[in-house]
């Protein structure tokens, strides 16, 4: 830039500016030199000024430190006299049984002087009873925090408040309170001596401080007490700088404090010292401006000498630069042709061509012909050198390629160089399909190079091919889909023509990539997406958006019916079986659909609420298609806000666990509870599992939350146990994600040993449906759980899965027989039947029996008749709190079974 302004300035030709730019380093560097020198002086005094100034810096520290030695010394005996004062007068209080009033002992001329501080007696109700300020008695400090603090800490020590607006003193005052106590050591009232804010600080001035220094007295509770600067008592320090001054004070420096600590801006030494006996702290802060004053004198002296050293360098750097400048001019002049023969040679896999100026009569370039180039560069154009040479410009080039170089002859000449890349079209001359061209200006010619670059070029439009399709599937990818859709939209506004977007997820895809591994999923993906586009329309597109997740596109909707048939094609083509590495493995495809323009204007909209769709199919029923609407997105609103909730509560402790209790279908007797946990919920109140746990299983928070009932069972259970009561066992309802995971041993045995309960007082509950998806990690996740003592329980039996080889397998050691089939006890005889046998299928293979829903004596006069071991149900009580469920504790019969 101060090349190109130089050579406007003096009006220099564009060789000469040429010459300029390439020798920057010769025109630059005794300037350079110069600064540098400059520089190292301007350091130097710097330095030499910054010694003065931390030794002044140092001495100021130094004083702050005395001063607030000083300074505490000074308040140590001040407040050490209203302490004197507060205490001889508790004495009084509690010697008079509280009839003690001042007038009392001033009376008897025994009083320490009362110029000292405001003395008020308070009752125990808050109400002043004697005091030394006129028009106090009878008013109520019930509202004081030092009352309050008094009232609930038996504390002897003196109190010492905070600032606080006086009521009689009509001024900022600071409170020095004792508790008064009765004989036997209740609260009986508050002595309280006040004083004005200054009283703290009376004793500095600006004599010693300074015009601009501070002495201000901090609590332990790091709230300022009384402040002032100079002779003026102020509050200058702003609240949220205590805690940073604090800070100063535990790691004191000779640096002064930020003057954002200040509401006057103004930096400052700060050191501050413990006032003895007391919870206080004299800082005294010296100002930075009143040492600076010092050092005016030095800092001037510096400076001139500074700024003559400038001016002589700057003189000698003039005529160094004009002498370096005119020695490398005369060295230019005689390498321009060697130069320029080197630059233009460079490359010998590309064309070189030397193009000299055609000028006229009056001297303006006409033309430029062709004085020079290589093989290469003849081969280029498809002719030998020797017919090449002596070739002008307009008679090599025509056409609109001629006008664009014309109109770069120009630039080049201005700026020296130019290169880009270039298209030949069906009317070029040059043979190649894209050449690179490079110009540079050598004198008043031009330098130019050409290479062939159409194998590069194909390269890069290939790797921009597959940078949108994925390599699995073949398919295009999720970058592709950025562009393309915003087309099809485009499209579809300009034709007036609807448009769906099918978000595809493949459901059991995970089961099958984890349990067959990555490769079988890769081939399974694979054949999906081959289905996937057989079964779609020619002008159909569709693409892997990520995963096992796929988007299509459909063009030229004419009704609803199009996109939900081409769902159901895709849907039927996917459930179809596959063979993986010799196995046949079933998967489907929950689809959401999304319309243009009803369900959205632009592609991100369109993509998020088929994905809405989706997700609505698959947690309804796995291989549907659902269309979006918007009760589809207030509904998925709420789940993901119920997921929000879920797990702010899960960290925040919302969850409370209450307890079923289990009784002897004979005798009564209570053998057992099952844990049930309620979401305490801040705003709804307490919430039951019907409302959170569907969406806690969707989101995997189910295995927190299963933790955390654990925990508190584990806990409640530690906590009877030391109350000295005789455990039962309680059974904890575990999820299918939890056995999926691996995690339901662990989880007890943590829980256990963290509250020291025996693993037979916890019993674990699993559901049929949980051995639907994967049996075998079900059946060895029980096995692991009979090995460490803990009993498992088949909940809800009868509505599910089971098969009696399966029951027999699982080795489970309760059934808890469905309510549904209780319900039918004493109603329908198949009800009882069906009950009976499942009693005698229990007892064949060593398991008992619990009834669950019991809810009427009839009920459970069938149970009993049929040999039920267990009953659990309303009759028997209600889910309860855990401070209510203990009444049950040594009851054997309970009444409702009497």
Same mark, same amino acid.
């Given at each position: 830039?101060?090349?190109?302004?130089?050579?406007?300035?003096?009006?220099?030709?564009?060789?000469? +500016?040429?010459?300029?730019?390439?020798?920057?380093?010769?025109?630059?560097?005794?300037?350079?030199?110069?600064?540098?020198?400059?520089?190292?002086?301007?350091?130097?005094?710097?330095?030499?000024?910054?010694?003065?100034?931390?030794?002044?810096?140092?001495?100021?520290?130094?004083?702050?430190?005395?001063?607030?030695?000083?300074?505490?010394?000074?308040?140590?005996? #001040?407040?050490?006299?209203?302490?004197?004062?507060?205490?001889?007068?508790?004495?009084?209080?509690?010697?008079?049984?509280?009839?003690?009033?001042?007038?009392? !002992?001033?009376?008897?001329?025994?009083?320490?002087?009362?110029?000292? #501080?405001?003395?008020?007696?308070?009752?125990?109700?808050?109400?002043?009873?004697?005091?030394?300020?006129?028009?106090?008695?009878?008013?109520?400090?019930?509202?004081?925090?030092?009352?309050? =603090? *008094?009232?609930?800490?038996a504390a002897p020590d003196m109190l010492i408040g905070v600032p606080l607006p006086g009521r009689i003193m009509d001024k900022e005052i600071i409170t020095f309170t004792r508790r008064l106590a009765t004989a036997s050591g209740e609260f009986d009232g508050v002595i309280c001596a006040s004083v004005g804010t200054p009283f703290?600080?009376?004793?500095?001035?600006?004599?010693?401080?300074?015009?601009?220094?501070?002495?201000?007295?901090?609590? #332990?509770?790091?709230?300022?007490?009384?402040? %002032?600067?100079?002779?003026?008592?102020?509050?200058?320090?702003?609240?949220?700088?205590?805690?940073?001054?604090? @800070?100063?004070?535990?790691?004191?420096?000779?640096?002064?404090?930020?003057?954002?600590?200040?509401?006057?801006?103004?930096?400052?030494?700060?050191?501050?010292?413990?006032?003895?006996?007391?919870?206080?702290?004299?800082?005294?802060?010296?100002?930075?401006?009143?040492?600076?004053?010092?050092?005016?004198?030095?800092?001037?002296?510096?400076?001139?000498?500074?700024?003559?050293?400038?001016?002589?360098?700057?003189?000698?750097?003039?005529?160094?630069?004009?002498?370096?400048?005119? !020695?490398?001019?005369? %060295? *230019?002049?005689?390498?321009?042709?060697?130069?320029t023969y080197r630059i233009a040679t460079e490359g010998a896999n590309e064309g070189f061509y030397m193009w000299g100026p055609v000028y006229g009569r009056n001297g303006e370039v006409l033309d430029y012909e062709l004085v020079d180039c290589n093989a290469k560069g003849a081969e280029l154009y498809g002719r030998q050198r020797?017919?090449?040479?002596?070739?002008?410009?307009?008679?090599?080039? %025509?056409?609109?390629?001629?006008?664009?170089?014309?109109?770069?002859?120009?630039?080049?000449?201005?700026?020296?160089?130019?290169?880009?890349? =270039?298209?030949?079209? &069906?009317?070029?001359?040059?043979?190649?399909?894209?050449?690179?061209?490079?110009?540079?200006?050598?004198?008043?010619?031009? &330098?130019? @190079?050409?290479?062939?670059?159409?194998?590069?070029?194909?390269?890069?439009?290939?790797?921009?091919?597959?940078?949108?399709?994925?390599?699995?599937?073949?398919?295009?990818?999720?970058?592709?889909?950025?562009?393309?859709?915003?087309?099809?939209?485009?499209?579809?506004?300009? +034709?007036?023509?609807?448009?769906?977007?099918?978000?595809?997820?493949?459901? +059991?895809?995970?089961?099958?990539?984890?349990?067959?591994?990555?490769?079988?999923?890769?081939?399974?993906?694979?054949?999906?997406?081959?289905? !996937?586009?057989?079964?779609?329309?020619? &002008?159909?597109?569709? &693409?892997?958006?990520?995963?096992?997740?796929?988007?299509?596109?459909?063009?030229?909707?004419?009704?609803?019916?199009?996109?939900?048939?081409?769902?159901?094609?895709?849907?039927?083509?996917?459930?179809?079986?596959?063979?993986?590495?010799?196995?046949?493995?079933?998967?489907?495809?929950?689809?959401?659909?999304?319309?243009?323009?009803?369900?959205?204007?632009?592609?991100?909209?369109?993509?998020?609420?088929?994905?809405?769709?989706?997700?609505?199919?698959?947690?309804?029923?796995?291989?549907?298609?659902? =269309?979006?609407?918007?009760?589809?997105?207030?509904?998925?609103?709420?789940?993901?806000?119920?997921?929000?909730?879920?797990?702010?509560?899960?960290?925040?402790?919302?969850?409370?666990?209450?307890?079923?209790?289990?009784?002897? @279908?004979?005798?009564?007797?209570?053998?057992?509870?099952?844990?049930?946990?309620?979401?305490?919920?801040?705003? %709804?109140?307490?919430?039951?599992?019907?409302?959170?746990?569907?969406?806690?299983?969707?989101?995997?928070?189910?295995?927190?939350?299963?933790?955390?009932v654990m925990d508190k069972v584990c806990a409640q259970l530690a906590q009877w146990q030391a109350e000295g009561r005789a455990l039962v066992p309680v059974s904890v309802n575990a999820s299918a994600r939890q056995f999926d995971e691996g995690r339901v041993k662990d989880l007890c045995i943590r829980a256990l040993r963290r509250?020291?309960?025996?693993?037979?007082?916890?019993?674990?509950?699993?559901?049929?449906?949980?051995?639907?998806?994967?049996?075998?990690?079900?059946?060895?996740?029980?096995?692991?759980?009979?090995?460490?003592?803990?009993?498992?329980?088949?909940?809800?039996?009868?509505? +599910?899965?089971?098969?009696?080889?399966?029951?027999?397998?699982?080795?489970?050691?309760?059934?808890?027989?469905?309510?549904?089939?209780?319900?039918?006890?004493?109603?329908?005889?198949?009800?009882?039947?069906?009950?009976?046998?499942?009693?005698?299928?229990?007892?064949?293979?060593?398991?008992?029996? !619990?009834?669950?829903?019991?809810?009427?004596?009839?009920?459970?006069?069938?149970?009993?008749?049929?040999?039920?071991?267990?009953?659990?149900?309303?009759?028997?009580?209600?889910?309860?709190?855990?401070?209510?469920?203990?009444?049950?504790?040594?009851?054997?019969?309970?009444?409702?079974?009497?």
């Amino acid at each position: 830039m101060l090349i190109r302004r130089a050579v406007n300035l003096f009006k220099l030709t564009p060789e000469q +500016g040429h010459f300029l730019r390439k020798h920057v380093a010769t025109v630059a560097f005794w300037p350079s030199t110069c600064i540098i020198v400059a520089l190292l002086m301007m350091m130097l005094l710097v330095s030499l000024y910054q010694s003065a100034r931390q030794h002044h810096e140092a001495q100021a520290q130094t004083a702050a430190r005395q001063l607030s030695e000083v300074y505490a010394q000074q308040i140590a005996r #001040a407040v050490g006299e209203i302490d004197h004062i507060t205490a001889l007068l508790r004495s009084n209080w509690e010697q008079s049984s509280g009839r003690f009033r001042l007038d009392q !002992i001033r009376a008897r001329d025994s009083f320490i002087d009362m110029r000292l #501080a405001a003395v008020t007696l308070i009752d125990r109700d808050g109400i002043i009873v004697s005091s030394t300020m006129p028009g106090a008695v009878g008013m109520s400090v019930t509202d004081r925090a030092y009352f309050r =603090f *008094h009232r609930v800490n038996a504390a002897p020590d003196m109190l010492i408040g905070v600032p606080l607006p006086g009521r009689i003193m009509d001024k900022e005052i600071i409170t020095f309170t004792r508790r008064l106590a009765t004989a036997s050591g209740e609260f009986d009232g508050v002595i309280c001596a006040s004083v004005g804010t200054p009283f703290m600080t009376s004793f500095a001035n600006a004599s010693t401080l300074g015009q601009r220094g501070m002495l201000a007295i901090l609590g #332990a509770d790091g709230i300022t007490r009384s402040a %002032k600067i100079g002779n003026r008592v102020d509050s200058l320090l702003e609240p949220e700088v205590i805690p940073r001054l604090g @800070t100063k004070l535990l790691a004191p420096t000779t640096s002064p404090a930020d003057p954002g600590l200040f509401l006057d801006h103004d930096a400052r030494f700060i050191a501050g010292t413990a006032v003895p006996q007391y919870p206080l702290h004299a800082v005294v802060g010296l100002s930075l401006a009143d040492v600076a004053l010092t050092l005016e004198a030095t800092r001037s002296s510096y400076i001139g000498i500074a700024a003559a050293g400038c001016v002589v360098l700057l003189l000698f750097a003039i005529a160094a630069t004009v002498m370096a400048v005119r !020695i490398a001019w005369r %060295k *230019h002049r005689e390498e321009v042709i060697r130069n320029t023969y080197r630059i233009a040679t460079e490359g010998a896999n590309e064309g070189f061509y030397m193009w000299g100026p055609v000028y006229g009569r009056n001297g303006e370039v006409l033309d430029y012909e062709l004085v020079d180039c290589n093989a290469k560069g003849a081969e280029l154009y498809g002719r030998q050198r020797s017919d090449i040479l002596g070739v002008r410009l307009r008679s090599l080039y %025509k056409g609109e390629l001629l006008d664009e170089l014309l109109a770069l002859v120009p630039k080049i000449m201005e700026t020296g160089f130019h290169d880009d890349e =270039f298209r030949t079209n &069906a009317g070029s001359v040059a043979t190649p399909e894209w050449i690179s061209r490079r110009f540079v200006r050598a004198a008043d010619g031009i &330098a130019v @190079t050409l290479r062939d670059i159409s194998e590069r070029k194909r390269m890069e439009q290939e790797t921009a091919r597959l940078a949108e399709h994925d390599a699995l599937t073949g398919l295009p990818n999720r970058h592709w889909l950025a562009g393309y859709l915003p087309l099809a939209l485009a499209r579809a506004a300009e +034709g007036s023509r609807a448009l769906a977007v099918l978000f595809v997820d493949l459901d +059991g895809f995970k089961n099958i990539n984890d349990s067959l591994g990555h490769g079988a999923g890769d081939t399974l993906l694979h054949a999906a997406a081959r289905r !996937i586009r057989g079964v779609l329309r020619p &002008a159909d597109s569709v &693409a892997r958006f990520g995963g096992d997740e796929f988007v299509i596109v459909i063009e030229g909707l004419v009704s609803d019916d199009d996109a939900a048939e081409v769902a159901t094609r895709v849907s039927h083509s996917v459930s179809q079986p596959f063979e993986i590495l010799g196995r046949q493995c079933k998967i489907g495809a929950s689809i959401g659909i999304s319309l243009y323009p009803r369900d959205g204007a632009d592609a991100e909209t369109l993509i998020r609420n088929a994905d809405i769709g989706m997700y609505s199919a698959k947690s309804e029923a796995k291989g549907q298609h659902r =269309f979006f609407s918007a009760d589809l997105y207030r509904q998925l609103q709420h789940r993901l806000d119920t997921e929000r909730e879920l797990a702010a509560a899960i960290e925040e402790d919302q969850f409370i666990v209450h307890y079923q209790p289990r009784v002897n @279908t004979h005798s009564g007797e209570l053998v057992g509870m099952e844990a049930l946990v309620r979401w305490q919920h801040p705003e %709804k109140g307490l919430l039951y599992p019907g409302a959170f746990i569907d969406i806690a299983e969707a989101s995997n928070l189910i295995v927190q939350l299963g933790e955390v009932v654990m925990d508190k069972v584990c806990a409640q259970l530690a906590q009877w146990q030391a109350e000295g009561r005789a455990l039962v066992p309680v059974s904890v309802n575990a999820s299918a994600r939890q056995f999926d995971e691996g995690r339901v041993k662990d989880l007890c045995i943590r829980a256990l040993r963290r509250h020291g309960i025996d693993a037979r007082y916890i019993e674990i509950e699993l559901t049929e449906s949980i051995m639907a998806n994967n049996a075998q990690q079900v059946f060895e996740e029980l096995r692991s759980l009979h090995e460490i003592g803990v009993p498992v329980h088949l909940d809800d039996f009868g509505t +599910g899965y089971s098969s009696l080889a399966a029951l027999h397998k699982l080795d489970v050691d309760v059934l808890k027989v469905d309510r549904a089939f209780t319900a039918q006890l004493g109603a329908a005889q198949e009800g009882e039947v069906f009950f009976s046998a499942i009693v005698s299928m229990a007892r064949a293979l060593g398991m008992r029996v !619990i009834a669950e829903g019991v809810e009427t004596p009839q009920q459970l006069a069938v149970l009993q008749r049929l040999g039920c071991d267990e009953v659990q149900g309303y009759l028997v009580s209600r889910p309860l709190p855990a401070a209510e469920v203990v009444r049950f504790y040594g009851q054997r019969t309970l009444p409702a079974l009497a």
